[in-house]
């Protein structure tokens, strides 16, 4: 791979680019079938990615007709890998087995071991017989909405596909590693002003805050509303309070520490609730919920903002969601993608039913989406919420630090790039839209 990484430093052509060899061997981190028992018994705070995630050299699988070869320049930590790496709440082997089963093409990611990682930018290396729309050469993001677009049901909207699947989760051959195996319908143009891993840490969570905010699938978000944003710095957080007030609403972040607040306000969020110094106990015990504690929170935001919140930007789960339901407004709408805090949930049905509310799902996002919102940061409308940057060889680390809420929006990881702040092709651009607010996040988590 080395040969390729001096290829795309000296800006080669993509001519030259395809006429590289191939090796025969990349370096990933993954995730072993024989350690996915490695945990049992432990407390899902103690399983530690550390030692469950391996950096090694894996086979260069075969390309299909409909693929890229990518290398991977830099990549981001997401929940999903954390999930992998303490075999929560499914080991993805099973995943990666039934996709075996579908297909020859899906056979190749039935392997004993599972690269991860659903975040990239890089550069294209080899495109598959079928693909057009793309050449080696090409410097790309990648979305990790995989689909097989020969069934009928990915026609409508592509993440309702009944084999709809997030790559480098439900797929092998992920973004956390050197090369990375994608479908051509994953690519998306490298935003020109920024870095490898500022580009590397956008397109999960972003498109993902995109669709429930902004899209026609989400919530229909309209100038003027309010919108309370749980874990409103990180990951899906930081992207779902721009949205907010991109579209010329009120967002209400909550978040868990004064530093926190402190880069919300910086970012423009005014309303900021921190839960730790308001000391929010929405569960009396495992059992009980508390709606003094929900009351306390609806009085909070009213405090801030005026009025209840029209939308609420729902993904701990288990602690918050009777918290959620109960401050949207009357007619408003929660709209959930996750439960990071358990996914048995309870709220108290009265308050929705009474006041139609409206509780919907998302997961990630359609090509459309995923384009539209990778094009809010190409524009520089949407800033990258890059806080960190390991290697790949840390990637445990990096993992370990999301897994205990010890970070601020995303953490890159460093793949092929040999140190941060390389690949900005337009530095004007990169300027214009401001250096102090691309690089917001990263000063914060420094
Ligand atoms: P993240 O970077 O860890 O951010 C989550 C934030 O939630 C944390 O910063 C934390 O903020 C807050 N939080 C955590 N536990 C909480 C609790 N018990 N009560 C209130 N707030 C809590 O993770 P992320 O990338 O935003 O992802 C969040 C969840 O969404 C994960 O479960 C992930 O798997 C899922 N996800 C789903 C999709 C999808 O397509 N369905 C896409 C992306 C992510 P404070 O401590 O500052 O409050």
Same mark, same amino acid.
């Given at each position: 791979?080395?040969?390729? $990484?001096?290829?795309?430093?000296?800006?080669?052509?993509?001519?030259?680019?395809?006429?590289?060899?191939?090796?025969?061997? %990349?370096?990933?981190?993954?995730?072993?079938?024989?350690?996915?028992?490695?945990?049992?018994?432990?407390?899902?705070?103690?399983?530690?990615?550390?030692?469950?995630?391996?950096?090694?050299?894996?086979?260069?699988?075969?390309?299909?007709?409909?693929?890229?070869?990518?290398?991977?320049?830099?990549?981001?930590?997401?929940?999903?890998?954390?999930?992998?790496?303490?075999?929560?709440?499914?080991?993805?082997?099973?995943?990666?087995?039934?996709?075996?089963?579908? #297909?020859?093409?899906?056979?190749?990611?039935?392997?004993?071991?599972?690269?991860?990682?659903?975040?990239?930018?890089?550069?294209?290396?080899?495109?598959?017989?079928?693909?057009?729309?793309?050449?080696?050469?090409?410097?790309?993001?990648?979305?990790?909405?995989?689909?097989?677009?020969?069934?009928?049901?990915?026609?409508?909207?592509?993440? @309702?596909?009944? =084999?709809?699947?997030?790559?480098?989760?439900?797929?092998?051959?992920?973004? @956390?590693?050197? $090369?990375?195996?994608?479908?051509?319908?994953?690519?998306?143009?490298?935003?020109?002003?920024?870095?490898?891993?500022?580009?590397?840490?956008?397109?999960?969570?972003?498109?993902?805050?995109? &669709?429930?905010?902004?899209?026609?699938?989400?919530?229909?978000?309209?100038?003027?509303?309010?919108? $309370?944003?749980?874990?409103?710095?990180?990951?899906?957080?930081?992207?779902?309070?721009? %949205?907010?007030?991109?579209?010329?609403?009120?967002?209400?972040?909550?978040?868990?520490?004064? /530093?926190?607040?402190?880069?919300?306000? /910086?970012?423009?969020?005014?309303?900021?609730?921190?839960?730790?110094?308001?000391?929010?106990?929405?569960?009396?015990?495992?059992?009980?919920?508390?709606? #003094? /504690?929900?009351?306390?929170?609806?009085?909070?935001?009213?405090?801030?903002?005026?009025?209840?919140?029209?939308?609420?930007?729902?993904?701990?789960?288990?602690?918050?969601?009777?918290?959620?339901?109960?401050?949207?407004?009357?007619?408003?709408?929660?709209?959930?993608?996750?439960?990071?805090?358990?996914?048995?949930?309870? %709220?108290? =049905?009265?308050?929705?039913?009474?006041? $139609?509310?409206?509780?919907?799902?998302?997961?990630?996002?359609? %090509? &459309?989406?995923?384009?539209?919102?990778?094009?809010?940061?190409?524009?520089?409308?949407?800033?990258?919420?890059?806080?960190?940057?390991?290697?790949?060889?840390?990637?445990?680390?990096?993992?370990?630090?999301?897994?205990?809420?010890?970070? /601020?929006?995303?953490?890159?990881?460093?793949? @092929?790039?040999?140190?941060?702040?390389?690949?900005?092709?337009?530095?004007?651009?990169?300027?214009?839209?401001?250096?102090?607010?691309?690089?917001?996040?990263?000063?914060?988590?420094?």
């Amino acid at each position: 791979m080395q040969e390729f $990484l001096s290829a795309i430093r000296s800006d080669a052509a993509g001519e030259e680019i395809a006429a590289l060899p191939l090796p025969d061997t %990349y370096r990933a981190a993954y995730v072993r079938r024989d350690e996915i028992a490695m945990f049992d018994g432990l407390e899902s705070s103690d399983k530690d990615p550390r030692k469950s995630l391996h950096v090694g050299d894996i086979a260069v699988p075969e390309l299909a007709p409909d693929e890229a070869y990518v290398a991977v320049m830099a990549s981001a930590i997401n929940f999903n890998t954390v999930w992998t790496s303490i075999f929560e709440p499914l080991p993805t082997f099973g995943f990666l087995d039934r996709l075996g089963k579908e #297909s020859s093409w899906g056979a190749r990611h039935a392997l004993d071991y599972h690269v991860v990682g659903s975040d990239a930018a890089g550069v294209v290396l080899r495109t598959g017989s079928a693909v057009r729309n793309w050449k080696p050469g090409d410097k790309v993001t990648v979305h990790c909405n995989y689909v097989d677009d020969q069934s009928p049901s990915a026609h409508d909207d592509s993440i @309702l596909a009944d =084999n709809q699947r997030i790559w480098g989760f439900e797929t092998n051959f992920g973004g @956390l590693a050197d $090369l990375a195996v994608v479908k051509a319908n994953q690519l998306m143009p490298k935003p020109r002003h920024l870095t490898w891993e500022e580009a590397a840490a956008n397109a999960l969570c972003n498109s993902t805050s995109y &669709r429930m905010l902004v899209s026609d699938n989400g919530a229909h978000m309209q100038q003027g509303d309010k919108v $309370l944003v749980w874990g409103a710095s990180g990951g899906l957080g930081a992207y779902a309070v721009q %949205y907010v007030l991109n579209g010329g609403g009120t967002p209400v972040g909550v978040v868990s520490s004064p /530093e926190k607040v402190g880069l919300l306000h /910086e970012l423009g969020v005014e309303a900021v609730i921190d839960r730790k110094a308001s000391n929010y106990r929405f569960w009396k015990d495992e059992h009980t919920q508390d709606e #003094s /504690e929900w009351r306390r929170l609806g009085k909070e935001i009213r405090g801030l903002v005026g009025d209840d919140v029209d939308i609420v930007f729902e993904h701990p789960g288990r602690q918050t969601m009777g918290a959620s339901v109960f401050a949207a407004k009357r007619g408003g709408t929660i709209m959930t993608c996750a439960a990071t805090s358990g996914y048995m949930i309870e %709220y108290d =049905n009265r308050h929705l039913w009474m006041k $139609l509310k409206t509780i919907k799902g998302s997961h990630f996002a359609n %090509y &459309r989406e995923a384009w539209d919102a990778n094009q809010l940061v190409c524009e520089g409308k949407i800033l990258p919420a890059l806080s960190a940057v390991y290697s790949l060889e840390d990637v445990g680390d990096a993992a370990y630090q999301v897994h205990q809420n010890l970070h /601020e929006g995303k953490i890159g990881v460093l793949c @092929l790039a040999p140190e941060e702040g390389l690949g900005i092709d337009d530095p004007g651009f990169r300027s214009e839209v401001g250096e102090d607010r691309i690089t917001l996040f990263r000063r914060h988590g420094a």
